[in-house]
């Protein structure tokens, strides 16, 4: 269909989330929009959902940690920020998200809040609850493996 | 400018330890975090030093009858910075806002526990801070989220309604779970809280922190009495200022 005159086209605000999850975890695109609406469709209810759009436009994840920018309706922000909040787990896998802001365009958004590139995870055994555990580790992250599931821990918890 | 803090349940309760908690919440702009796990091995001054955020201890103390409350009470009370009891049964959440040595209930509405007048009246008597738990909100679906919700909100009422102090939190065990001041005024906002009433509650741990500390300074010579010179501060140099 025609394109729409450039003053009734709608307005879009971008979020850039920040993404964490456990070191195994494998999250795509389809994955996280798909929790993202439900996390909007359960707070907000369907028209909420409507309004706000929430749209996955670029999304990255790998090794534990990612990023994506998320396209808004301007002026609905708040209730994306607020259904943002409540994604909890993507797959089962638990994850950590978190907006570090928000532009008016997607250049300006993965500029400005985006593109710190993490790197991938070392492999090693750290001595934690007095037993030698593998662990992997990546900055001052470290996430020990424990009969239980991992334990996150940072470099502090070592000395 | 509010201090905010989050309160935490670490290893070996939670899933990540006291450092970790530090990280992921300076990187979301928390001003400070409260440990609420008495068994959590930590460092205070090195992750104060090395994040750049203030770490309180805390004691949660998850005991369902009011005899064994009393007593971890007087065991844990010089112990910690912040006390917290953790409420979820009418008898734990009647005998926690009794108590003028208890600074938080948290959890009131959690399992079979309920809130009413009376509990309300005597937390506003006693300073007990309500705690609103913001955690199956964030975490849970369908029918145990909107008990929740439905929950807080009779929560809410009540502590409106009689002037109840209140903190708030998401209660992480992970700190996967931690989520940043604005995104739970976000979150408040839809369900019926104001962005002040968040604020205020994220903002109250570090407030209550800041007082507890104060009073167990060495300067107390008992309560109510501080050992120390007039300062600018005090009532009388105002006086002499204003004339």
Redesign the interface.
């Known amino acids: 269909m025609k394109h729409l005159p450039k003053h009734i086209r709608p307005r879009w605000r971008y979020l850039a989330v920040g993404i ?3 070191p195994d975890a494998e999250i795509d695109r389809g994955a996280f929009q798909r929790e993202l609406w439900y996390a909007a469709g ?3 209810g369907d028209p909420g959902s409507a309004d706000t759009d929430l749209t996955v436009y670029s999304f990255a994840f790998e090794a534990g940690a990612g990023e994506a920018i998320i396209r808004v309706r301007r002026g609905e922000t ?2 994306a ?2 259904a ?3 994604v ?2 993507v797959d089962g896998e ?6 570090r802001g928000i532009s008016g365009t997607v250049r300006a958004c993965e500029e400005r809040y985006l593109g710190d590139r993490t790197g991938d995870f070392e492999q090693r055994h750290v001595v934690f609850t007095e037993a030698t555990r593998q662990a992997v580790s990546r900055d ?2 470290v996430e020990v493996s424990l009969p239980s ?6 470099e ?2 070592f ?1 | 400018m509010t201090d905010y803090y989050e309160v935490v349940t670490a ?1 070996p309760e939670g ?3 006291v ?2 908690y ?3 919440a300076a ?2 702009g928390y001003d400070g975090i409260v440990v609420r796990t008495r068994e959590a091995d ?2 205070q001054e ?2 104060a030093k ?1 994040y750049d955020i203030d770490v309180v201890t805390g004691i949660e103390i998850a005991a369902t009858n009011p005899d064994s409350i009393s007593g971890s009470i007087g065991n844990f009370r010089a112990d910690c910075t912040l006390l917290l009891v953790q409420g979820g049964t009418n008898a734990s959440n009647r005998y926690a806002v009794e108590q003028d040595r208890v600074d938080v209930l948290t959890r009131p509405m959690a399992g079979d526990g309920d809130f009413n007048h009376v509990l309300a009246r005597a937390a506003t008597t006693h300073g007990v801070r309500i705690e609103f738990d913001f955690g199956p ?3 849970e ?1 369908g029918g145990k ?1 909107v008990q929740a919700l439905r929950d807080l909100r009779k929560l809410r009422e009540l502590v409106e309604y009689y002037g109840t102090p209140y903190v708030v939190s998401a209660s992480p065990t ?7 001041p ?3 005024v ?2 408040g ?2 369900i019926g809280f104001s962005a002040d009433q968040i604020e205020r509650g994220l903002a109250e741990w570090g407030r209550l922190a800041e007082r507890n500390r104060q009073r167990a300074d060495d300067s107390f010579v008992e309560p109510g009495v501080r050992r120390g010179r007039y300062d600018e501060q005090s009532p009388e140099s105002k006086r002499e200022d204003t004339k």
């Open positions: 964490e999850s456990t359960n707070l907000l708040d209730r920020r607020a943002v909040a409540c909890s787990a638990p994850v950590g998200v978190v907006v001052d992250a599931g991992f334990v996150s821990a940072t502090l918890d000395e | 290893y899933s990540s330890t450092s970790r530090a990280k992921t990187e979301y930590y460092d090195a992750i090395t909100v964030l975490r679906t989220r992970s700190h996967l779970h931690l989520r940043a604005r995104e739970l976000a979150v906002e839809q």
